[in-house]
């Protein structure tokens, strides 16, 4: 059974930093891309950062450049997400997904409708 299972979220001061996991079973997430997504109240889910397990090439949403890292540890076959200089507006629950068809390539930009197998999510709150 396919299983994605995030975890690391939390409360967190602005200029805070906290590391996002996105553990696998049932497949192995090194043959896969894999993405984060984040969706906060009232607002669509949107596409963060997404990895290649083609080449490891990676996409970060504007907003998170420069402050967001993803990372992959196929040994223990988990994704990170680590995020660094919080602010409120990165507020959300945040979610990894794999592509629906499977593909090893993230599409650029990830969209939600491009991914079909989902985590439960992790919130994450920014608040002083």
């Known amino acids: 059974q396919v299983k994605l299972v995030e975890s690391g979220g939390g409360l967190v001061q602005p200029g805070g930093s906290l590391r996002l996991s996105c553990a696998a079973s049932?497949?192995?997430?090194?043959?896969?891309?894999i993405g984060w997504f984040r969706q906060a109240p009232g607002k669509e889910r949107e596409g963060v950062s997404c990895?290649?397990?083609?080449?490891?090439?990676?996409y970060y949403v504007d907003s998170v450049k420069g402050r967001f890292t993803i990372s992959r540890d196929n040994a223990k076959n988990t994704v990170y997400l680590q995020m660094n200089s919080l602010k409120p507006e990165d507020t959300a629950v945040y979610y990894c997904a794999a592509p629906s068809d499977w593909t090893r390539s993230c599409p650029f930009p990830p969209q939600p409708t491009d991914f079909g197998s989902w985590g439960q999510g992790t919130q994450v709150t920014v608040s002083s």
């Open positions: 990895i290649s397990s083609s080449d490891g090439s990676t």
């Open positions: 049932g497949f192995s997430l090194d043959y896969y891309a």
